[in-house]
């Protein structure tokens, strides 16, 4: 039978490690381990994007600090904000939540927060910590599939891995921290010929592509383990709405030896690695390494 790998439950208990440890940390060192989120603008997804991870922040006794700049806002003054939390001392973590408006440059932004603050991992040094093995931020869902795996194959070496899809966000750095789990490592994108061959020979595949259902069932071999990144909302025939990932669960699930669902698979560790990173950057910045999850 094949495992639903429940991402609520898991996202719940590292949730709770994060809010041991930064009760720890308080109690040791008298620090709270403190996130600033920018919200440009007023878009309603953004809005409750930011919203709850402000309140999560609070539920396991960490720092929230809410900011917001209007959709007018320069890219200059934009980075002068992120400039300024990046000196401040009482600011462990900084988050610019994306996308941002035409006229900003998303990189240049990203690229003026404190490297050892960015809790996105978004930063090009972390990037670049990231692909040369060396210590860093991590993006939060890449990370956040890692963990997934783990609790159903334990110790990843050796296996055949597809990571289907390349952005910066996600695709890349998964195929990072796959590699360094000592997984063989293919990756996929549009322009990728036999895709469905390639699928069918992973022990692993994970997909980022935001298109909805695009791997199927038969792509699927069996025993392999299915980690779907993507939450697209299609409309059904009747006029409603529902959210599907870019695997097409159903059939997957036929095959598939585990595999998350959309909703309640991957998301819920997104947010769960972002306060897991504002607790390490905390750590990073006060030379306080027991505390560290990973």
Request: glycine residues 8%; charged residues 20%.
């Amino acid at each position: 039978m094949t495992i639903i790998i429940d991402g609520k439950a898991i996202a719940a208990e590292l949730r709770n490690k994060v809010k041991e440890e930064a009760a720890n940390i308080k109690a040791k060192y008298s620090l709270t381990p403190t996130l600033a989120v920018i919200l440009v603008g007023s878009d309603p997804a953004s809005e409750i994007y930011v919203s709850n991870k402000e309140r999560t922040c609070k539920e396991i006794g960490m720092n929230a600090i809410d900011i917001r700049m209007p959709e007018t806002v320069s890219q200059a003054e934009l980075i002068a904000k992120v400039s300024e939390l990046g000196e401040d001392k009482n600011v462990n973590g900084i988050l610019v939540q994306l996308p941002l408006p035409k006229h900003i440059d998303e990189a240049a932004v990203i690229n003026a927060i404190n490297p050892d603050k960015d809790v996105d991992g978004f930063h090009v040094v972390n990037a670049g910590r990231l692909a040369t093995g060396q210590d860093g931020m991590v993006p939060c869902t890449p990370l956040g599939c890692i963990m997934l795996l783990k609790t159903v194959l334990g110790n990843l070496a050796g296996k055949n891995a597809i990571v289907i899809g390349r952005s910066n966000i996600v695709g890349k750095p998964m195929v990072q921290l796959l590699l360094r789990e000592n997984c063989t490592v293919t990756i996929a994108h549009s322009k990728t010929k036999n895709i469905a061959e390639l699928t069918r020979q992973a022990d692993i595949v994970v997909a980022a592509t935001g298109i909805p259902e695009l791997v199927r069932g038969e792509w699927i071999k069996n025993d392999a383990v299915v980690i779907d990144v993507g939450i697209n909302r299609i409309v059904l025939t009747d006029g409603t709405s529902k959210l599907v990932g870019d695997v097409a669960f159903a059939e997957a699930n036929q095959r598939a030896r585990a595999i998350t669902p959309v909703p309640g698979g991957v998301g819920p560790m997104t947010i769960a690695c972002l306060l897991a990173n504002t607790l390490k950057a905390t750590c990073i910045q006060h030379n306080i390494r027991e505390q560290l999850l990973y």
